[in-house]
């Protein structure tokens, strides 16, 4: 009994804190046709503009992954700070993608979604942080480079190089790393290898709080289901679950029936919901609710 009070109580901080450091905003850039980033040195250079367009817009970055063709970051602040921090980075980003002889990114279709709950929040905090891990097969959430998930409830942050303080670098270096002449950043920037490391420009212990405990962030890091379909129609990105985690879902949607043993009828409804709601392939529809194939196709006509 006392540690489900203690759960209850730490929920209750959580939602407290929740509260009292909103609103909170989920930052997503469209999908372009072209790389955004080929190289180390060009995801180093996107890392910077996030931390620069942060720091100019007073927005609080509490969560990022930056992949090739577009980002997710989530944050904290007004909704002038993060229009703010949206102006900053498109414009930042545009100069530097001419700059390396790509198109301008200045009609940049950056979306900006106020998160309306702490149950919200985390669950796309974990869809942010699982991008990595869905898009690329040779890395984990907390291994990529280019994203937030390493910080989150690492007790060996510690023994990282801090790297340089902001202000200790040359004006020459700073007005390199920032890609402009205007390099007022805050003191507790610190650069390593030319980039601004996340450690010092993404409010971790914060992110940290909103979480019951490092058990529950790991537990949504490594989960996906409807909470995921859902967050990427709305922002108009595909996504496929696993047959596995498909499995579970359609067998808690029917907890006293085996699926392989379930009427015709129930199965032909299971499959409807399969399509609207997890966005289920006709082949994973087949072989998890062992329909015939024609039946599906019937139901689901693929386009000829």
Same mark, same amino acid.
């Given at each position: 009994?006392?540690?489900?009070?203690?759960?209850?109580?730490?929920?209750?901080?959580?939602?407290?804190?929740?509260?009292?450091?909103?609103?909170?905003?989920?930052?997503?850039?469209?999908?372009?046709?072209?790389?955004?980033?080929?190289?180390?040195?060009?995801?180093?250079?996107?890392?910077?503009?996030?931390?620069?367009?942060?720091?100019?817009?007073?927005?609080?970055?509490?969560?990022?992954?930056?992949?090739?063709?577009?980002?997710?970051?989530?944050?904290?602040?007004?909704? !002038?700070?993060?229009?703010?921090? =949206?102006? #900053?980075? /498109?414009?930042?980003?545009?100069?530097? @993608? $001419?700059?390396?002889?790509?198109?301008?990114?200045?009609?940049?279709?950056?979306?900006?979604?106020?998160?309306?709950?702490?149950?919200?929040?985390?669950?796309?905090?974990?869809?942010?942080?699982?991008?990595?891990?869905?898009?690329?097969?040779?890395?984990?959430?907390?291994?990529?480079?280019?994203?937030?998930?390493?910080?989150?409830?690492?007790?060996?942050?510690?023994?990282?190089?801090?790297?340089?303080?902001?202000?200790?670098?040359?004006?020459?270096?700073?007005?390199?790393?920032?890609?402009?002449?205007?390099?007022?950043?805050?003191?507790?920037?610190?650069?390593?290898?030319?980039?601004?490391?996340?450690?010092?420009?993404?409010?971790?212990?914060?992110?940290?709080?909103?979480?019951?405990?490092?058990?529950?962030?790991?537990?949504?890091?490594? !989960?996906?289901?409807?909470?995921? =379909?859902? #967050?990427? /129609?709305?922002?108009?990105?595909?996504? @496929? $679950?696993?047959?596995?985690?498909?499995?579970?879902?359609?067998?808690?949607?029917?907890?006293?029936?085996?699926?392989?043993?379930?009427?015709?009828?129930?199965?032909?409804?299971?499959?409807?919901?399969?399509?609207?709601?997890?966005?289920?392939?006709?082949?994973?529809?087949?072989?998890?609710?062992?329909?015939?194939?024609?039946?599906?196709?019937?139901?689901?006509?693929?386009?000829?």
């Amino acid at each position: 009994m006392q540690e489900k009070n203690s759960y209850w109580l730490r929920e209750k901080e959580c939602e407290r804190i929740f509260s009292e450091t909103g609103p909170y905003y989920m930052v997503t850039t469209a999908h372009q046709d072209w790389l955004l980033y080929k190289s180390r040195e060009e995801f180093i250079a996107g890392t910077n503009l996030v931390a620069v367009s942060a720091a100019h817009s007073e927005f609080t970055v509490v969560d990022d992954v930056q992949m090739n063709n577009h980002h997710h970051i989530v944050g904290c602040g007004t909704g !002038r700070s993060v229009r703010s921090f =949206v102006d #900053i980075f /498109r414009e930042k980003s545009s100069r530097l @993608q $001419l700059a390396l002889g790509n198109k301008s990114l200045k009609d940049w279709e950056i979306r900006i979604d106020e998160v309306v709950d702490l149950r919200q929040l985390r669950n796309r905090i974990g869809y942010v942080d699982r991008n990595a891990f869905v898009a690329r097969l040779d890395s984990m959430p907390t291994g990529y480079p280019w994203g937030s998930a390493y910080l989150f409830f690492n007790g060996n942050l510690w023994m990282m190089s801090e790297g340089e303080p902001w202000k200790e670098l040359s004006i020459a270096r700073q007005r390199s790393i920032c890609h402009s002449h205007e390099v007022n950043l805050p003191e507790k920037y610190r650069v390593l290898d030319s980039m601004i490391l996340r450690s010092s420009f993404v409010d971790y212990k914060l992110t940290e709080s909103l979480f019951n405990s490092a058990n529950q962030y790991f537990s949504m890091l490594t !989960r996906r289901g409807e909470a995921d =379909v859902e #967050i990427a /129609r709305m922002l108009g990105e595909g996504i @496929q $679950l696993p047959n596995e985690e498909v499995f579970q879902i359609v067998g808690g949607w029917y907890p006293d029936q085996k699926i392989s043993m379930m009427g015709l009828e129930t199965k032909l409804v299971a499959a409807q919901k399969m399509k609207k709601q997890l966005g289920c392939t006709n082949k994973q529809i087949v072989q998890i609710l062992r329909l015939e194939a024609n039946i599906v196709e019937q139901l689901f006509p693929i386009p000829r």
